[in-house]
């Protein structure tokens, strides 16, 4: 995928769900894999040129597991005129060792979540940039349908209202593939999940699933991401049916 298609699938929908506001400070949660380098590469050209003026800095949370080479993420962020700030915890300890979970990622997304938004408040951020592409919301939806028998996918926008931050998902429009295509495009280096449960997991079966399903009905895929935006879920806010957050 060429840098115009990236920004363009990222200008419609931050457009389509209002996603950035004049003056923003967004937050964008690096870890080093193929998506959030992605998505930080995107809003930082996208700042360039957006009809709204915001600006974006890059928070990574060290999950405090040994050998973790950030070096690759803190090179890549000083090409883009990019701030990084690296928060240094022990949640994989936390989770992996300590409370020994079954299903480790919900706890150590939460703590994650935790740390990021903490430090997006401290640094005076109002917004959060997650790298969730289409494929994402896809697996989401069906995770929420086989495990907890509902029909649910997360929305492009949330509101912290106690911290003050939203959070907000401008890759919902591109496919995992072409999130591939770009990185090998622009050769950037990727940092390796160090998570010793990595492909192992839920998500890693459904995304097996997912990857089943369109093969062999080609596709299911966006029919599926058709009925999710379509699919009036609970907490999805449509700017331009109504707007909860005047309420």
């Known amino acids: 995928m060429k840098v115009q298609k ?5 200008r419609q929908s931050c457009e389509r769900y209002e996603m950035i506001e004049e ?3 967004i937050a964008v949660g690096v870890s080093g894999g193929k998506d959030s ?3 930080l590469y995107g809003l930082k050209e996208l700042s360039r040129f957006y009809s709204k003026h915001f600006t974006v800095t890059a928070i990574c949370v060290d999950l405090g597991y040994a050998n973790t080479d950030f070096t690759g993420i803190e090179a890549y962020c000083e090409k883009l005129g990019v701030e990084l ?3 240094h915890t022990q949640i994989g300890k936390i989770v992996m060792e300590e409370r020994k979970e079954h299903n480790p990622c919900s706890l150590c997304a939460k703590l994650r979540k935790g740390a990021l938004v903490d430090e997006a408040v401290r640094q005076g951020c109002n917004v959060i940039a997650y790298a969730h592409h289409k494929d994402d919301f896809v697996e989401t939806m069906l995770m929420s349908m086989i495990y907890q028998g509902q029909f649910y996918a997360f929305p492009p926008v949330t509101w912290f209202e106690d911290k003050g931050i939203r959070v907000i998902r401008p890759l919902m429009y591109v496919e995992e593939g072409q999130v591939r295509g770009f990185i090998r495009r622009q050769e950037i ?3 390796k999940s160090p998570c010793p449960v990595d492909g192992t997991t839920r998500r890693a079966y459904v995304k097996d699933l997912l990857m089943k399903l369109d093969r062999e009905t080609p596709g299911a895929k966006e029919r599926m991401f058709h009925a999710i935006v379509t699919g009036n879920i609970y907490d999805w806010v449509d700017p331009k049916i109504t707007d909860t957050r005047k309420n």
């Open 189 to 191: 280096r990727i940092l």
């Open 23 to 25: 003056g923003d400070k």
């Open 85 to 87: 700030t690296i928060i």
């Open 37 to 39: 380098l992605t998505l």
């Open 6 to 10: 990236l920004l363009s699938l990222i």
